[in-house]
């Protein structure tokens, strides 16, 4: 194989070299004592002179009307979302599209700040020589620059935190215009008097049990506990109401245990088929069908795929031996609702077909039965639906079904009449969601996570700052900013994203080009969580997540890149020396 | 010389600005030869929404990766089943590429058909199915008014999803859409119903006309009417009137009403405006969208409510509301701004125009009923049929294709457009749908119509092409079948003869009853006794169901016929033991109750009182959770 690409391998290997040789050489130049800088890398007194250093950045910021002007974009955008966030029509939709757009604009917003704020920062002022007046004091070049990084982190921070504090309070005041409407259409069509109306509106944020449609919903025991009516009677104001708000009310339902919570989600451990991987290559090779061409590791690679198809697979009537998910251990009592999620795929397009019994299934979905916990035990729990395939579907579990130690026992049953193979893409096509805190917790989560690659490219602004003008800097930083943000589309634009496997293709040629393109966006990438989009759909997204984000993006990598930015402003000259 | 710098900068600035005052004083002439040389797009239609003010700089510069993004950002989001923004995405696409069809009806596609069977609950479902031809109706044919497809695409939509039973909860969409146009056009008065006059037959008869000549706008409505304008309009329906050969009591009601303000005006009065003044000191203010048919509405329930009354004078200030409400002498004034904010609705909330849809009943020569969402869809196609003509092709198939929906339309229309809604249809009851004889000659007609191109290519001299035959054949025997059960036997003996000349078979030559006996042979093979009963239980369930919704002559006509069958099988029965043990009138009683469990219980005693039936006493509820 490299026989037949040596030339591509030399020249690959030649740049390899140059890089090294000029990277050796860039380390061992910066690291010489250099006559113009004062204090070198010493760290007393480091904290006074950063933050002076920050402050001075700040207020160059704010003078400058760039930091005021993206802050006054927040500021109104926030309302206008506010205003203008219809989403689907229902509450659950209107809340979800203001978070995302609001949150989703501010962190866009603040990306930009922060390109033109750190770009700017020093750039601006060795191009205007009013670095003299810095240089010239007692503090080394490192510090300078990690005061201009926090100067642009504390920018940063107060805009998000108003940022998300206007969200919080924005979703609040939608859920509580909401009510407000409820109550007041609950009096004029429902009948009812204001006390009840209010009584009956106060208790949805209490309801319990898993939720269910028409007269099951949970919604209509506990109005028919707050009024002191029977069910039937319930039913009938409510029928009264208008459409939207019926299925608003259920929708308030969904979003108060669905989006306005922290919730973490457990998948399925893929298998270990090592064994089985063994046996079946073992089995090939005493029968002499090793397939011709192909080394041993593609072999086994293939069987192993087959075997996870075959693991993935429910046939036709089948049943999946259940999979077994370690949650938390579920808090008796309380109001502990799970949620099974699930993204079920059948080959090609499934038709309608009408039953003998006049049930219809319609196309594209599939007849699913799913059994949670034991079933030898009454506590089990049996969904029999119809679910659309290829998208993600949601149901909630009652924690009855939970065993004692956490472990939730989940069983597939295909028993759709049109007999098609059900597969599942595990693990991310199976998760069972459970409550893991509020949504304070988790807004502020978001907050701390939106705050991470804006310090990854802080880093690189500043350290772009360092030997680039200002429009050059922020033009390469933008366009990097932008290649992170779009590497998802460039690896499908490219076809080397992990599900692809080439069919025809050179082998080397293709793990080359995913390797260049991993390392690229591995090298430009801040951030790999997405916060927004969680927040949105209610899911945690956990300290140990922050932590792993923190460590990655703002200390390795954000250090990194100010360590190379500290580098180079040791080195440079700031001034001409005349003789 | 060495300029100052301050001094170049303003040299510099004046020097852009007059060139810029320069350069805009081209642009009316530039536009001017735009025009000329048809390189401008048409201009919007009045009240259309204009493209966001952020979007529009977009639609000039950086509109790709915008578009694109937002078709990523909507494929990806719709994979993840994530549909809270869908509708705005597919809005802001829509507005983005205006002129392109095949996006609006795509977007509309989606929503309609894609995200809408996503979901489970009909309401959810139903939301999305309007979302879809919403988006094309309301704003991608106004922005593409000449374009077929989209008409083509809107009518398909009203009518395969709403009208069609394709989907699973075709019901819902159709109680919803009708439940929409009756709040659009008015519950019938109070004395409506009388016998042999259903409810129904107030929207099958409901007068356009009046809306059509209605005022366009709320400063027409309050001024001074415009007498000469008013005369030409009354000359043009009187010179109708004449053409026709008996008077339209539809087009006599708009004469009476015009010249009603037509009077006014040579008076020199607003003969509304002091109405609307009187109607504002009780805090309705009647120029004010929603507010006068809200006032109307809740006069009908009773919900009325006066605000910013003293306190005691309440009452009092309620009965000089409704006594101006029900005045004589105001009567003219509240049809006149009752009809004008209906015509406002019809135009501004479903797109239909009341002056075209009485040029549309003229032609097909029977009155939609618009609680149908076929009858929209016909309204679409004629109006993609007349507009169309942005593309000349030899063969338009998108126009073909809307010329097929209208047959499509009228054709179930025949079939089940007579539309009866239920007492509780704002609980969910959904409506009930029998045969609407009114559209056999609108059908029959398109047959004849649509042979007349194919005729002069085929040999045998029949009116309707061989094209259409076995369908056309079997439409009028129906035909005759349903105008025979409604009692209509001059219309059935019509088409009878129209099929035994221009179509000779042998089991015409027995004459229509012979025909109608062999039509009805399997109400007549009844040796069976299960059998039998199973069709008695049918008809008489299906009275029931009639009885529930109101229409009592349909339901009559029911159970006499299976009466007939009783009657019928009981007198050929070879031995008593096949006979049936109990009366006629003891199978309706144990039908009326077994049905009556799956009826609200109003229903339920409506129908025992139509029938002479005892109702069964109510059960007892239970107040218990599924736990307990």
Request: hydrophobic share 45%; with cysteine; net charge negative.
């Amino acid at each position: 194989m490299v026989e037949k690409h040596y030339w591509f391998m030399i020249m690959f290997g030649f740049g390899c070299l140059i890089g090294l040789v000029t990277l050796v050489y860039v380390v061992r130049r910066a690291f010489r004592r250099e006559a113009g800088e004062i204090g070198g890398w010493e760290l007393g007194g480091a904290g006074t002179r950063i933050a002076a250093v920050t402050r001075t950045t700040l207020a160059e910021g704010l003078r400058a009307k760039v930091a005021s002007g993206f802050a006054l974009l927040i500021l109104v955008s926030i309302p206008i979302f506010w205003l203008t966030a219809d989403g689907d029509g229902t509450i659950k939709g209107q809340v979800q599209m203001f978070m995302s757009y609001a949150l989703g604009f501010t962190g866009f917003l603040l990306a930009l700040l922060t390109i033109l704020f750190s770009c700017r920062s020093l750039s601006i002022e060795v191009a205007s020589r009013q670095i003299y007046s810095i240089a010239s004091k007692p503090i080394p070049r490192w510090q300078i620059l990690a005061g201009k990084w926090f100067g642009v982190m504390c920018l940063n921070v107060f805009l998000l935190a108003l940022a998300c504090g206007a969200t919080y309070v924005g979703t609040r005041a939608i859920v509580s215009r909401f009510k407000q409407d409820l109550a007041h259409e609950l009096e004029l069509r429902g009948g009812l008097t204001p006390a009840q109306a209010a009584n009956a509106v106060a208790v949805l944020d209490s309801v319990k049990g898993i939720g269910k449609h028409g007269a099951e919903s949970p919604i209509v025991y506990a109005m028919a506990d707050a009024l002191g009516q029977p069910q039937n009677q319930v039913v009938e104001t409510l029928l009264r109401l208008s459409e939207p708000t019926r299925v608003n009310l259920r929708r308030f339902d969904e979003l108060r245990r669905q989006v306005l919570v922290s919730r973490a989600s457990v998948s399925p451990k893929p298998p270990d088929l090592t064994e089985m991987v063994d046996e079946r290559y073992e089995a090939l090779k005493e029968e002499d069908r090793l397939p011709d061409g192909m080394t041993t590791g593609e072999i086994r690679k293939q069987i192993k795929a087959d075997l996870m198809g075959d693991y993935c697979t429910i046939p036709p009537g089948g049943f999946r031996q259940p999979w077994r998910l370690q949650g938390p251990v579920p808090e008796q009592g309380s109001d502990y609702i799970m949620s099974l999620r699930f993204k079920v795929h059948v080959g090609g397009q499934l038709p309608a077909v009408r039953l003998p019994n006049g049930l219809t299934l319609e196309d594209d979905k599939l007849l699913c039965m799913w059994i949670i916990g034991d079933p030898t035990t009454p506590d089990f729990y049996e969904v029999r639906e119809l679910f659309p395939v290829r998208s993600y579907e949601e149901f909630e579990i009652p924690v009855s079904c939970v065993e004692e130690d956490g472990t939730v026992s989940v069983m597939f049953g295909n028993i759709d009449p049109r007999r098609v193979d059900a597969v599942f893409d595990l693990p991310s096509g199976l998760e069972v969601r459970y409550g893991v805190g509020s949504f304070e917790s988790n807004i502020f989560q978001a907050f701390l996570a939106i705050l991470i690659p804006l310090t990854c490219l802080a880093s690189f602004g500043v350290c772009a700052s360092t030997f680039l003008s200002f429009p050059v800097g922020t033009l390469i930083v933008m366009a990097l900013w932008a290649i992170t943000s779009s590497m998802g589309f460039l690896q499908e634009a490219l076809a080397v994203t992990s599900e692809y496997a080439p069919p025809d293709y050179s082998e080397f040629l293709f793990v080359l080009r995913r390797w260049i393109v991993d390392a690229i966006g591995w090298a430009l990438a801040i951030g790999d969580c997405n916060p927004v989009d969680q927040l949105r759909e209610g899911r945690a997204i956990g300290w140990m997540t922050l932590w792993a984000n923190f460590w990655k993006f703002t200390l390795l990598k954000g250090g990194a890149v100010m360590f190379v930015g500290v580098l180079v402003f040791r080195r440079r000259e700031l001034a001409s020396v005349i003789v | 010389m060495a300029m100052h710098p301050s001094t170049r900068k303003w040299v510099f600035a004046l020097a852009a600005l007059g060139l810029l005052c320069a350069a805009s004083s081209r642009v009316a002439p530039l536009d001017v030869q735009r025009e000329s040389h048809k390189l401008v797009l048409p201009p919007l239609p009045e009240g259309i929404a204009q493209p966001s003010m952020l979007l529009r700089p977009l639609l000039a510069v950086g509109r790709a990766p915008v578009v694109a993004y937002l078709w990523m950002r909507a494929s990806k989001l719709k994979e993840e089943k994530l549909y809270f923004d869908a509708y705005q995405l597919s809005q802001m696409i829509c507005e983005l590429q205006p002129r392109f069809a095949s996006v609006w009806s795509f977007q509309a596609w989606n929503m309609a058909y894609n995200i809408s069977v996503t979901l489970k609950s009909p309401e959810e479902r139903w939301r999305w199915v309007r979302n879809g031809y919403e988006l094309l109706r309301d704003q991608g044919i106004p922005m593409n008014p000449t374009n077929t497809q989209l008409y083509k695409e809107l009518s398909w939509m009203l009518y395969h999803k709403v009208a069609d039973i394709m989907d699973n909860e075709h019901w819902y969409y159709k109680l919803q859409f009708a439940l929409q146009m009756e709040d659009i056009l008015g519950r019938p008065p109070e004395d409506y119903v009388r016998p042999g006059r259903v409810r129904g037959d107030f929207y099958r008869n409901y007068n356009y006309q009046v809306l059509a000549v209605a005022p366009q706008n709320v400063e027409e409505l309050l001024a001074v009417p415009d007498v000469e304008r008013l005369s030409e309009t009354i000359a043009g329906l009187e010179a109708s009137q004449a053409q026709r050969q008996e008077e339209d009591p539809q087009v006599r009601e708009a004469i009476e009403a015009l010249e009603w303000l037509r009077d006014a005006g040579e008076q020199g009065v607003s003969p509304v405006r002091g109405f609307v003044e009187r109607l504002r000191e009780f805090g309705f203010d009647a120029a004010e969208e929603g507010v006068y048919l809200g006032l109307l509405a809740s006069l009908r329930d009773g919900a009325v409510q006066l605000v910013g009354v003293e306190p005691g004078h309440y009452e009092t200030r309620l009965h000089e509301l409704k006594a101006l409400m029900s005045d004589k002498a105001t009567q003219n004034a509240r049809l006149a701004i009752e009809r004008y904010w209906r015509a406002d609705r019809l135009r501004h909330e479903v797109k239909l125009d009341p002056e075209r849809l009485v040029r549309l009943h003229e032609a097909f020569g029977m009155i939609f009923d618009y609680r149908l969402a076929e009858a929209h869809a016909v309204y679409w196609t004629s109006l993609g049929i007349e507009k169309g003509v942005d593309r000349q092709r030899a063969i338009d198939v998108h126009r073909l294709n809307t010329q097929r929906i209208v047959a499509y339309a009228v054709q179930r229309m025949f079939h089940r457009g007579r539309l009866a809604m239920s007492r509780n249809s704002e609980m969910g009851e959904p409506p009930l749908l029998s045969p609407d004889v009114r559209a056999i000659p609108v059908l029959f007609d398109t047959f004849i119509e649509r042979s007349k191109e194919y005729l002069p290519f085929e040999k045998q001299q029949t009116p309707v092409s061989t094209n259409f035959i076995t369908g056309f054949i079997g439409f009028v025997r129906r035909a005759i079948l349903r105008y025979h059960e409604a009692g209509m036997q001059d219309e059935a003996q019509e088409l009878f003869d129209f099929l035994r000349e221009n179509y000779p078979d042998p089991m015409y030559l027995a004459g229509l009853d012979g025909f109608l006996v062999a039509q009805f042979l399997y109400d007549r093979d009844t040796d069976d006794m299960p059998r039998t009963l199973a069709r008695i239980d049918a008809l008489v369930g299906r009275a029931l169901r009639l009885y529930a919704y109101d229409e009592d002559d349909d339901a009559v006509r029911c159970l006499a016929r299976g009466k007939q069958i009783y009657d019928y099988y009981q007198a050929n029965i070879i031995s008593d033991r096949l006979e049936i043990p109990l009366t006629y009138g003891e199978i309706v009683e144990r039908l009326t109750h077994r049905f009556g469990g799956t009826m609200y219980r109003e229903t339920y005693e409506r129908v025992c009182a139509k029938l002479g039936v005892e109702p069964l006493p109510v059960k007892g509820e239970t107040t218990g959770s599924p736990g307990e």
